[in-house]
């Protein structure tokens, strides 16, 4: 490197030097707008976007605050390697969804070796620590606790790699292999017996015995019935923990349904789910396809469901705000009684199937 590059590097790192621990605390801040939920299947563990949020939050505050690497003397590479640790943490969650053993691998073997590196010090310096003063145990203590910093931070490094495409492509709980379809011309009950081995699946004890991925190909080709039973446009699956109340939503900006991962144990709440959110997306559909210009449309007896969602759109009342409220307005209630039908309509093609089979 030329001197007047290294003088400028010099300066670069000087005037930036102050502001290295801001960084993770600003990415952390911005990820608290893009959250995603997490389920570790192997620990039962799931957590919301909600809980995600709270969780970078805590992590940033405590970064923020306590600053906990500034006592150590670090340089500038040092300093920027430590400053990964808040993000790697964070993201650590998403990375461990996805990558269950590598990353209790890296757990392990990284608390191993700081262990066996703190074990060695110990060992090699055995006598001068017995005869030395406290302040040169302090430094040996602290040198000791920077390199096994360092050396987590940069293990961790592969944490903070790999799990920043998951962060940052939405890769939730789990999607479907299936793709997501619809015809434009509604099904008299004939695509439900095309598919009735999948559709059996959803029987309980078969259920039971599938993992989260095989359920949610399942629900998606459900839901492909759905679409195209409604005639409206086909969209796709996503499995993730939205919250303890609520066992799924749909999305009218990204044309997507969200299924929570917890009622993944109970086949008839999925069924209900899918359809109720579903039928919700045909009221959408229904809403958006009508010329409210049109006379007819404004005042005709045939519209007025078509009229009520409208204004039950404009005015939508959430559960949070008021439960009573939001069971008793016309969307909810007319997609509770979809659901409900649908459900019974299901379930009698599953004991059909399974009657069928045993009578074969």
Known sequence: MSPGAAIQLNRFKRATFPWIRFVPIFVLGISCFFPVAVYIEQLDLAISRIQFCI???????????????????????????????????????????????VTLLLIAGSVFA?????????????????????????????????????????????????????????????????EASSSVEPTDGSLVKTFMPELAKLEEEAWGALDITEKIDILQILLNIETTYLVIEPMAITCEKINSEIAGEYSYIHKKMYIDVDCFDDPDLCIETICHEARHAYQHHVVNSLDWSDKEVQTGYFYRDARKWRDNFKNYISATVDEEGYYSQSIERDAREYATKALNDYKYYVNSYYGESSDA
């Not at 060695?120 to 602290?142: H, M, N, Q, Y």
């Not at 490094?157 to 292999?177: C, D, E, K, M, R």
């Open 114 to 178: 700081v262990f066996v590196f703190r074990w060695i010090v110990r060992a090699s310096f055995k006598a001068e620590l017995e005869e030395c003063d406290d302040g040169f145990k302090r430094r040996i203590e602290r040198n000791v606790r920077k390199i096994s910093g360092l050396f987590i931070a940069a293990v961790f490094s592969v944490v903070l790699v790999g799990g920043w495409p998951h962060f940052i492509q939405g890769n939730y709980i789990a999607t479907p292999s299936v």
């Open 55 to 101: 969780f970078a939050a805590i992590v940033n505050i405590f970064f923020a605050c306590a600053n906990p690497f500034e006592k150590y003397n670090l340089t500038y590479a040092q300093t920027l390697v430590m400053q990964l640790l808040p993000l790697e943490i964070v993201i650590g969650l998403v990375f461990f969804q996805h990558y269950f053993t």
